[in-house]
């Protein structure tokens, strides 16, 4: 990993000294907006660097935020986080062949993760292949999550703790797309290494899928030798919006080692629904995802491990001014609301009948400024409730946080 790092770093020198003897040399490429974009082309419509005819772009982009939140009217105070750097690579290999990667330093640096390293083949429209370490395309946060892209600083809660975003695993498959007029259907099919029993055995003591990314073994080997099935089929409609439909299933336990049968063969299946959409003439941007989540836990295990988990957001955006402001051209301030519900544990207490709770709303209004569409300065304040397995009066938070997010 550190000679991966520091060969990019390098790279990006070069490049930076390049662009200080000759700015003509280096060109930003921009994104196509003349096509009907999906979520599943995120991942290839970002900003590049190129220098000259080298067949090697470079991208990023990078967040920083302060925070201030108080739990029941206790706080910890002001706090600064720069909780993502990401970096990519791409590379036309040749003529319908291409290779990208986004390596991510999470936590200031703590943390870092191959979040996408893949290598494309395109044989026809409907039909293309992609090796290596692949996002799963379940619902539609997980393929485009560059934070750029949205006004709220904190990502959403179920396409993290339900789906564990970021979500990528090291795997084959194919995707393709149809266009006519103005629809266009697309669809993808990967097999990946998958989870592992870390979802029911972790230090959240309750079921928590995003343990599984603490086991980097994933990386190089299956947990269990059963490949992790991700399937997406999508729809955009150029006037209409853009609705998908995916799932995500496999075996999360180690049921067999050395020919001995150690356990059944313990499911976790994940569904998903998304939809985009941006109202005509007041330009209004509506973005919502819904999850569900089913996990064959042992009955050995309490109650409080949840079987069936549910969660989603809705985001909504209203440009308010589009001017120019302090000489940038086309700047834009957007108002943004988003609700969100996450429930760690669907169902009733097998003694009394009465529901199982461990749940959080939140509400999250904000106010973003953009002086381009690559770059964002944001202020959120969130208020969420959160109640306890046994349903005891709710914990409420409240704070705000301001920051910014831009690619380079």
């Given at each position: 990993m550190k000679k991966i790092i520091q060969l990019f770093l390098l790279t990006t020198i070069t490049f930076s000294a390049s662009a200080q003897t000759d700015t003509n040399l280096?060109?930003?490429?921009?994104?196509?907006?003349?096509?009907?974009?999906?979520?599943?082309?995120?991942?290839?419509?970002?900003?590049?660097?190129?220098?000259?005819?080298?067949?090697?772009?470079?991208?990023?982009?990078?967040e920083a935020n302060s925070s201030y939140f108080q739990t029941d009217g206790v706080t910890e105070g002001l706090s600064f986080q720069l909780p993502r750097l990401t970096l990519f690579i791409a590379s036309s290999i040749k003529n319908r062949i291409k290779f990208l990667s986004e390596i991510e330093l999470e936590e200031g640096g703590r943390e870092i993760n191959i979040e996408f390293a893949s290598m494309d083949i395109q044989l026809h429209p409907l039909l293309n292949l992609r090796g290596g370490v692949i996002m799963n395309p379940i619902g539609s946060f997980n393929q485009n999550h560059d934070g750029p892209k949205w006004e709220f600083i904190s990502r959403p809660i179920s396409a993290t703790t339900i789906i564990p975003s970021t979500w990528s695993n090291v795997g084959f498959g194919l995707f393709g797309k149809y266009a006519r007029n103005n629809l266009v259907w697309a669809y993808e099919f990967y097999l990946t290494n998958g989870f592992d029993d870390k979802i029911i055995s972790n230090t959240q003591n309750k079921t928590w899928l995003p343990a599984s990314k603490m086991n980097a073994e994933r990386f190089e080997e299956s947990f269990n030798g059963v490949p992790l099935v991700t399937a997406k089929t999508a729809?955009?409609?150029?006037?209409?919006?853009?609705?998908?439909?995916?799932?995500?299933?496999?075996?999360?336990?180690?049921?067999?080692e050395d020919g001995l049968e150690l356990d059944s063969r313990r499911r976790v299946d994940l569904f998903a629904i998304d939809f985009n959409t941006t109202i005509p003439k007041i330009k209004t941007y509506v973005n919502a995802e819904w999850v569900w989540a089913f996990i064959n836990v042992p009955e050995t295990y309490t109650q409080q491990y949840g079987n069936k988990q549910q969660g989603g957001f809705i985001d909504i955006v209203q440009p308010i001014l589009k001017r120019n402001v302090f000489g940038w051209e086309n700047s834009t301030i957007n108002m943004a609301l988003r609700a969100e519900y996450t429930d760690y544990n669907l169902g009733n207490f097998a003694e009394t009948g009465g529901n199982i709770y461990d749940h959080i709303f939140a509400i999250v209004p904000g106010i973003?400024?953009?002086?381009?569409?690559?770059?964002?300065?944001?202020?959120?304040?969130?208020?969420?409730?959160?109640r306890d397995l046994l349903g005891n009066p709710s914990a409420r938070t409240a704070g705000f946080q301001f920051g910014f997010s831009t690619y380079f």
């Open positions: 280096i060109k930003r490429i921009p994104t196509d907006s003349s096509k009907l974009n999906m979520n599943m082309d995120a991942v290839y419509n970002r900003p590049f660097l190129q220098v000259g005819k080298v067949p090697i772009s470079l991208g990023g982009y990078v729809f955009r409609h150029r006037k209409i919006g853009e609705i998908g439909f995916s799932w995500m299933g496999g075996v999360y336990n180690k049921f067999q973003s400024f953009r002086p381009s569409p690559q770059t964002v300065i944001r202020a959120n304040y969130r208020y969420h409730w959160e």
